[in-house]
C-alpha cells in the first residue's frame, strides 16, 4: 500500500488482506519524533454534525485509539511512510 488515503473500515480490511494475521501491528506517529504505539481501543461513536472538524463527522466514525508508546519509529518505516 502506498499513498492510498484509507477513509473506510472495508479500506483497512482490504489493507491489511496481505498480512498474515499474526504479524504484530502498531500505529505510526509523525510527530517531533516518529513513534510507534500499540493499538488501544476500537470503538464507533455517534457522528456530531454540529462539530468543527474538518473531516466529515455527522454519520457514526470508528476511532482506533492508540495504546501504550512502543518505541522510536524504525528509520525504515519511517521512509516507507514517506516521512523521511
Known amino acids: 500500500?502506498?499513498?492510498n488515503h484509507?477513509?473506510?473500515v472495508g479500506d483497512l480490511l482490504a489493507a491489511l488482506t496481505d498480512y498474515d494475521p499474526a504479524t504484530p501491528i502498531?500505529?505510526?506517529t509523525e510527530s517531533a519524533e516518529f513513534?510507534?504505539?500499540t493499538?488501544?481501543?476500537?470503538?464507533c461513536a455517534p457522528g456530531d454534525p454540529d462539530s468543527d472538524c474538518a473531516l466529515p463527522n455527522d454519520a457514526?466514525?470508528?476511532?482506533?485509539?492508540?495504546?501504550?508508546?512502543y518505541c522510536c519509529?524504525?528509520?525504515?518505516?519511517a521512509a516507507a511512510l514517506g516521512w523521511s
Open 1 to 3: 500500500m502506498n499513498d
Open 6 to 8: 484509507i477513509a473506510t
Open 26 to 28: 502498531r500505529i505510526a
Open 35 to 37: 513513534m510507534d504505539h
Open 39 to 43: 493499538i488501544g481501543r476500537v470503538v
Open 60 to 69: 457514526p466514525v470508528v476511532h482506533i485509539g492508540t495504546g501504550e508508546a
Open 73 to 77: 519509529l524504525p528509520d525504515s518505516a
